[in-house]
């Protein structure tokens, strides 16, 4: 009789296990059961077994290197909200992720590998130059959130492969802002976020980040908008000149959005918010919040 569930003892067991059978690796679940048309059997492929792997240590770790967060792939989002060495920024991302019933048990490795344009880590993930780090029982793997997640629902994890976890860098930024836009705060699905980060020295701008959720096929972010923004503004100080610079910018973004209507929102109300939702943030960042 063929195994419908394995529970492997460690990572090692795991990975050879994921080798031998392609069994589905399942943390949370949260995420996997909702997308499984046989979910009383929690069995999301009836030819592939469901591998447990939540209870593995090694992948529950929080870990800091130089210069690097390392955050395990089944570490729950409740872990992580409470986790001292989470920076602040993402621990707000986690507490607007639904309810803290469901953050006991939800992982971030699932929500990266749910790859939703609406999951709630990844903006973060993107805007922060986060990789996803994947393992198989001959190779491990580094690989950019953006060049990991090939498409909404798809990924680019080999079917011999588990995600182990997430390496974050540690960048200071002066600017911080994420806004989720949903019916309501807690189990509420993200009809549309932003994460925004701008670093200043000197009161000149030089690094900046946008990353849009569910705007798009994927998490949506720009390097070439940002650039733009950041090579425009040296030497233009006048309030008039920069509103012009931001105002072409914006245009820019508002033609690489792709939203769609669904049950939660509207393609042209996805679009307009998160575009005045950037130009909020880069107004503040810009000082041109308010009238002299």
């Given at each position: ?86 920076p602040v920024l993402l621990t707000r ?200």
């Amino acid at each position: 009789m063929k195994d419908t569930a394995l529970r492997p003892r460690d990572l090692k067991e795991a990975l050879i296990l994921r080798r031998e059978t392609g069994g589905i690796p399942y943390a949370g679940g949260t995420d996997l059961m909702v997308r499984s048309a046989r979910w009383g059997t929690v069995n999301a492929d009836a030819d592939r077994p469901v591998m447990f792997i939540g209870h593995l240590e090694e992948l529950r770790q929080v870990a800091t290197e130089p210069g690097f967060l390392v955050i395990g792939a089944c570490a729950t989002l409740s872990s992580l909200r409470d986790h001292p060495d989470v920076p602040v920024l993402l621990t707000r991302i986690i507490g607007s992720m639904a309810s803290p019933a469901v953050r006991n048990m939800a992982t971030m490795g699932g929500n990266v590998c749910n790859a939703s344009p609406a999951g709630d880590t990844i903006p973060y993930l993107l805007a922060m130059n986060g990789t996803v780090l994947c393992a198989s029982t001959d190779d491990r793997k580094e690989i950019p959130v953006n060049e990991f997640i090939s498409g909404p629902g798809t990924t680019i994890l080999a079917p011999d492969e588990i995600v182990t976890g997430f390496r974050i860098p540690r960048y200071q930024f002066d600017h911080e802002f994420h806004k989720k836009v949903a019916a309501r705060r807690a189990n509420a699905l993200t009809k549309a976020s932003i994460v925004a980060l701008a670093r200043k020295i000197d009161d000149r701008l030089v690094d900046l980040r946008l990353a849009f959720g569910a705007v798009g096929p994927k998490v949506l972010r720009s390097p070439d908008c940002e650039q733009a923004l950041v090579d425009s503004l040296p030497g233009t100080n006048g309030r008039h000149e920069r509103e012009e610079i931001l105002a072409a910018v914006l245009k820019r973004y508002a033609r690489i959005l792709s939203p769609i209507d669904d049950q939660r929102s509207t393609a042209d109300y996805r679009g307009t918010v998160v575009i005045r939702l950037a130009r909020h943030f880069l107004k503040e960042v810009l000082g041109l919040s308010y009238q002299p």
